[in-house]
């Protein structure tokens, strides 16, 4: 197993524009977590998926945001309408019913 | 609510001397308490833990924390700095009771070694 993996690892989109990244768990972890991370601030929670349900979501995850994860294996967070403060790291995360959640290298998107 | 608090967004040590990244936390709850660290253009990885048990937990690379719950603190320290040691550093916090188990992170703390 390799970890978690997350692609693209950069995305560059102009402003308007949909953007979609994808998370491949760990093999067989039900618990699947989306984090924000702007510059010189930590991550902050973005939305919780256990097996395939979401079960919360943060304020900060407006309705231009949406994540989905069929079959509780893989997710897609999609951006619609991309706006200058997109811009930021996003990191998947998942875990097996435990405490330690093992992250991806994230998703860096650049808004221009 | 849960919060996280890092006190010095930098910290400058020389090589072979002793590191410290303070943290401290918020919790209505127990806590259960994190240290990762981010290298740049990478993701977290978690170097130590403290869920029960043991106040004093030891890590990887030689880190290890306390938690004090009379000071609400959980600091980091490593006894002698290496130049691979450079990165930032984001102490969280999250607890049992919760049924996401979501972190709450601290805005981190970027450590220099110098030679």
């Known amino acids: 197993d390799t970890g978690v993996s997350q692609n693209p690892r950069h995305k560059i989109t102009k402003r308007g524009q949909n953007v979609t990244f994808r998370c491949d768990p760990i093999?067989?972890?039900?618990?699947l977590y989306w984090y924000r991370q702007t510059l010189g601030q930590g991550p902050e929670f973005l939305t919780y998926?256990?097996?395939?349900?979401?079960?919360?979501k943060s304020r900060l995850l407006s309705d231009r945001f949406s994540a989905e994860r069929p079959k509780g294996s893989f997710s897609t967070l999609e951006i619609q309408r991309t706006e200058q403060g997109d811009s930021a790291m996003y990191l998947c995360?998942?875990?097996?019913?435990?405490?330690?959640?093992?992250f991806g290298q994230g998703t860096r998107l650049t808004v221009v | 609510a849960q919060s996280v608090t890092q006190l010095g967004s930098h910290v400058s040590v020389s090589e072979g001397a002793l590191v410290l990244l303070r943290c401290n936390y918020s919790?209505?709850?127990?806590?259960?308490l994190f240290w990762y660290v981010q290298y740049p253009n990478q993701g977290l990885q978690l170097l130590l833990k403290?869920?029960?048990?043991?106040?004093l937990v030891k890590g990887i690379n030689g880190f290890e924390a306390e938690f004090k719950k009379s000071e609400t603190s959980f600091h980091l320290t490593k006894p002698s700095a290496h130049m691979s040691d450079a990165a930032e550093y984001f102490c969280?916090?999250?607890?049992?009771?919760?049924?996401?188990?979501?972190?709450?992170f601290g805005t981190g703390t970027l450590l220099a070694v110098q030679p």
């Open positions: 995360a998942s875990s097996l019913d435990s405490l330690e959640a093992f």
């Open positions: 093999s067989e972890h039900n618990r």
């Open positions: 998926f256990q097996n395939e349900a979401q079960l919360e």
């Open positions: 919790s209505s709850v127990p806590p259960y």
């Open positions: 403290y869920t029960t048990g043991a106040t």
């Open positions: 969280a916090v999250t607890h049992s009771g919760g049924a996401t188990n979501k972190l709450i």
